[in-house]
């Protein structure tokens, strides 16, 4: 994170940062965690097939546009469960029963709505802390309104003006709705901001698109 301290801060009032994956992390793998809470639930899978089947659902099941101003009831939490189902029937090659599905989403909802659940990358403290003393922070992220507990009891709430979350946008990234509530809240120009995170589509392409930038940057690439 320590390599954008120095790039165009004389001309930044603000960054914006996405969350999971740039300021914090799955505490163990995806994988591991769903196929352990199927195993309470009866169904028996590997880890590293549910990792893949969740990888490979993550990137073509993108959540719905809602209207401006009409975001998604019960935050969002339909596309949760949309995705773990098609993970599950994708690695056993049938559909489970829903009253299953439903009951093991339920877990899993309320385990990544821990903090324990998520571990803070070890150069965030302290780059946030340099940063805030001369800009202005916000969180720009595809979640839902779990996050904000989970970045309080992490102690990273204090840097934040503002967490933008999608499911309360109704848009997620790289739609330029979501960029462009952050410049609103911010009342700066998007040339004045620089938008930080790890996904090429959703955060390198949707503020270049909505930013006209010509140049982008991240704090870490992707794993």
């Known amino acids: 994170m320590r390599s954008l301290l120095f790039y165009a801060l004389m001309s930044l009032q603000a960054l914006t940062f996405d969350a999971a994956g740039t300021l914090i992390r799955v505490a163990e793998p995806v994988g591991r965690t769903y196929a352990a809470f199927a195993a309470r639930h009866g169904l ?17 099941l993108s959540p719905p546009l809602y209207p401006v101003k009409e975001p998604p009831l019960h935050d ?62 916000l969180v720009l992220s595809n979640f839902d309104r779990r996050l904000r507990g989970i970045l309080q009891e992490h102690d990273l709430s204090r840097f934040f003006e503002k967490i933008i979350i999608s499911s309360e946008v109704g848009a997620s990234k790289p739609h330029p709705r979501m960029f462009h509530v952050a410049f609103e809240a911010l009342g700066c120009k998007p040339e004045h901001c620089l938008h930080i995170g790890d996904d090429e589509k959703c955060d390198l392409e949707g503020a270049r698109s909505c930013a006209k930038l010509r140049d982008g940057r991240f704090l870490r690439e992707k794993a």
Request: proline share 6%; charged share 30%.
């Open 44 to 60: 028996q899978t590997a880890p590293d097939e549910v990792m893949r089947a969740f990888r490979e659902i993550w990137k073509v």
């Open 76 to 137: 969002g939490r339909g596309w949760w469960r949309l995705l773990v189902g098609n993970v599950f029937c994708k690695v056993l090659e049938e559909s489970p029963p829903e009253s299953v599905l439903d009951a093991l989403f339920a877990d899993l909802y309320r385990h990544y709505a821990r903090p324990d659940a998520w571990a803070v990358f070890e150069d965030v403290l302290p780059a946030l802390d340099d940063l805030s003393r001369d800009h202005r922070l």
